[in-house]
């Protein structure tokens, strides 16, 4: 092949890399809007014949989705549900980043190792990093966006801690392997998920029961969401702020262990959010002092805080 065939090919692969990827930002993007959502999930098969089956469960609401921060290889999606008239509950929070080698890889019992990966191994995939309401890490995936057939979907199978719905009621296993399948619609979008409910021990894993979700995210009108919008530009940058801190003890790359209660009893998602309402009562404005009293809450939850150092 001479020196122009090189070019032109090393031009051809270059056009289509970019082709893909502004097909996934648009993928990505496509999860954002006012949604009516329903949740719904059922336990379906267990290995031990005398299991006994947990209820099916079906929820839904008014969800806002939109993109909060934008940058070359990143997307960040908020989610914020709309209850009633007047109430706004900030919810989960997803980042999207283009080829990422570092990935946070659950264990059990609220703990994190790092994992690195290679440049080859994310090649062209995007990275799900999934947030809890307080934006402590739940669990990270990585994988390329599909576009065939005119379906536009990414899936991936990873660990994670008990969902939100379980957590507080149950304690028979403690790991929830999920395998994720986000697929975009004419009306919104699709979060499938096949998810194994694991018994993780010295011994290995053992599957206690597998479960099928189904959250479906059907298209509002915007005006529906107006509110969660409104709500959201008087307390983003306070919550911004707790990201921050909360990136920077991420960014160190050395894993996370966290305590489910501080040794007072409390939970780390009130903290911080009452934390949050008293910055608004007493009009906390220097982002700095924001982010040092942030940090003191965040650190009664860490195992082993003398491992993060904290830039203020």
């Known amino acids: 092949m001479n020196k122009i065939a090189k070019i032109s090919t090393l031009l051809l692969l270059s056009a289509n890399v970019f082709a893909q990827k502004s097909q996934d930002v648009q993928a990505i993007k496509g999860q954002c809007g006012c949604h009516e959502v329903t949740f719904e999930y059922a336990e379906t098969f267990a290995p031990k014949k005398d299991y006994k089956f947990h209820d099916r469960k079906k929820t839904g609401g008014l969800e806002w989705v939109f993109v909060d921060e934008e940058s070359k290889d990143k997307v960040v999606i908020q989610h914020l549900l709309v209850v009633g008239d007047t109430m706004i509950i900030k919810h989960w929070r ?67 801690p008990l969902p939100r719905r379980e957590y507080t009621t149950r304690s028979d296993y403690n790991v929830l392997r999920r395998t994720n399948h986000h697929e975009i619609t004419d009306n919104g979008y699709i979060h499938e998920q096949d998810n ?107 195992n082993n805080k003398e491992l993060y150092s904290f830039r203020n």
Not at 111 to 124: A, C, E, F, G, Y
Not at 263 to 287: C, H, I, Q
Request: aromatic share 10%; hydrophobic share 35%.
């Open 94 to 160: 997803e980042d999207w980043q283009y080829e990422n080698t570092d990935l946070l890889a659950y264990q059990k019992d609220m703990d994190w190792k790092p994992l690195v990966l290679s440049k080859d191994q994310v090649k062209k995939q995007w990275t799900q990093k999934v947030f809890e309401v307080n934006d402590a890490p739940r669990y990270e995936g990585t994988a390329q966006w599909i576009h065939a057939n005119g379906k536009h979907y990414w899936e991936n199978t990873t660990d994670a």
């Open 196 to 302: 194994d409910k694991v018994i993780r021990s010295a011994q290995g894993d053992e599957v206690l029961v597998k479960e099928k979700g189904l959250n479906i995210y059907n298209k509002a009108d915007d005006s529906k969401c107006k509110i969660a919008s409104e709500w959201w530009a008087k307390n983003r940058a306070y919550w911004v702020d707790v990201r921050n801190v909360w990136g920077q003890i991420l960014a160190q790359n050395k894993g996370l262990s966290l305590k489910s209660k501080s040794e007072d009893g409390k939970m780390m998602w009130k903290e911080l959010d009452d934390l949050v309402e008293d910055f608004k009562k007493k009009n906390v404005t220097d982002s700095n002092a924001r982010q040092t009293a942030i940090r003191t809450v965040i650190n009664k939850y860490l």
